[in-house]
């Protein structure tokens, strides 16, 4: 499983870093040195981890990292647990070769068999 701070980055999270940076230089936490080191690495940073590194011993203004899509933070509501929402999701998708076998046998129609997509589809934004 990936760490949620091995997660690669956008322009945006490095512009909201930024931004925030400022912010503490302009009420005097970072000298001049500092403030443009710290800016250095965010323009150069690639994952959430080498971000959040640049603001551990400062107060808010901090950049709000979102808990990506289908990582592990934005599946469970408290680590290791999965929601219900997402359990449900990728038992009907598990179950989905069965239902359409079922209803293969059921309607002696191969047409049947594009249950499999369109449940993965309907699990998907379930999920979502």
Known sequence: MVDDGDIRIGTAEREEALAA???????????ANEYEDRRGRAT??????????????????????RPARG??????????????QGTFARTLVSLSPFIAI?????TRSWLAFLLIPVIAILARAIDD
């Open 21 to 31: 940076l400022a912010e503490h230089h302009a009420a005097g936490r970072l000298d």
């Open 44 to 65: 150069d940073a690639v994952v959430r981890r080498e971000l959040t590194a640049l603001f551990v011993d400062l107060p808010e203004p901090r950049p709000k990292l």
């Open 71 to 84: 990582s592990a933070v934005a599946q469970t509501s408290s680590p290791g647990r999965p929601t219900a």
């Open 102 to 106: 079922a209803a293969f046998f059921l």
